[in-house]
């Protein structure tokens, strides 16, 4: 072997997410491996994340919140923080999502749907090339997305995505 140190825990939820992915995926006469969708392709059912990120030139930190919940079982989770303000709110945008994907990583969540209502989020996932000047932010969602079993992005209306920015407006507050 190489010297890899992996997870045996990890490994088990990896493999029962598969199983399930792939067992849909049959049933579905489609595969669902790792690619991104985006809303035109995908209804939100199951695993669904909303992410935010807010950045005001005014105030020195960044807000980053993310929602998840599950439509089937009713599961729950959130979080909300705050960094430094970056070069702009796409960063913020960016950052959210980036922290969002490892958040789901962490706890199993391998089949996700994450929404958000910036555009230019969705774009720059599923066409990396266009955006350089982020080129190390979206590498990083570029290796997070490779982890999941299935990885969809959309953009939501804002209205639809406001526990997200209340989180994200909290955080915002929170000492560093």
Request: charged fraction near 25%.
């Amino acid at each position: 072997m190489s010297n890899v140190d992996w997870d045996p825990n990890e490994i088990i939820v990896k493999a029962e997410a598969e199983s399930i992915a792939w067992t849909k995926a049959q049933e579905q006469l489609e595969m669902v491996y790792p690619h991104t969708e985006t809303d035109e392709e995908i209804s939100a059912l199951g695993d669904i994340c909303q992410v935010d990120g807010a950045w005001k030139e005014s105030e020195c930190r960044a807000g980053l919140g993310w929602y998840y919940f599950n439509t089937n079982t009713l599961e729950k989770l959130m979080g909300g923080c705050n960094m430094r303000r970056g070069i702009s709110p796409f960063q913020a945008e960016l950052e959210a999502l980036i922290w969002a994907m490892q958040c789901m990583l962490r706890t199993g969540k391998l089949t996700m749907v994450f929404q958000t209502y910036c555009s230019d989020v969705v774009k720059m996932v599923s066409k990396p090339e266009e955006g350089p000047a982020f080129s190390l932010l979206l590498e990083e969602v570029d290796r997070c997305k490779r982890r999941f079993t299935s990885f969809s992005i959309m953009q939501i209306p804002r209205t639809e995505n406001k526990k997200a920015d209340k989180l994200v407006r909290s955080a915002r507050a929170l000492p560093i």
